[in-house]
């Protein structure tokens, strides 16, 4: 029981989503020209488009016409499509599990069939996680802009009271 619980912990672990950039130039290392990306600005609205150029300072979209977005007014960037990874990785687990259950219901003299079970059903199950994430097309988030910073500072002058209240969205 031991080994199991530690080859499912090996297996959830060999799977590492993949991580939104803090900065807009590390999202210049995630994204690839070519990629349908939308970018949402700071009003909310979502431009979709095939990506041609990211720096530091604009992002430039082949939609139906061209598009330059400046770096401030981004909020984030998702990109269509993720890695078929987190598929096979799911359904592995899943996949681990079941032949684990039916690992359980082998008679005393056929324990050498224990891990060909769990590996079986765990292989079987990825490939089908890896097919239905390959089917299903969802977004891969990029970039997200830094959160809402709001502080408060006390002003403590000599007969003076009151508070500094500073925002960023």
Known sequence: M????????????FGIPAASAQALADAVRLARLDDTV??????????KGQLVSISPESIRLMTPGAVVIP???VSRIDK???PVRD????????????GAVGAATLDGKDWILVFPKIWT???EFGLFGMLFDWLHKSRTT?????????SITPLGAPGSRGLAMSWRF
């Not at 939308?38 to 431009?47: A, K, P, S």
């Open 2 to 13: 031991r080994m199991i619980l530690l080859l499912l912990a090996l297996t959830c672990g």
């Open 38 to 47: 939308f970018i949402t600005d700071v009003d909310g609205r979502t431009v």
């Open 71 to 73: 770096a401030d007014r």
């Open 80 to 82: 269509l499509g993720d």
């Open 87 to 98: 598929g096979f990785r799911k359904g592995a687990i899943a996949g681990a599990l079941f």
């Open 121 to 123: 059903g765990a292989f």
């Open 142 to 150: 990029l970039y997200r802009a830094p959160a809402a910073v709001v």
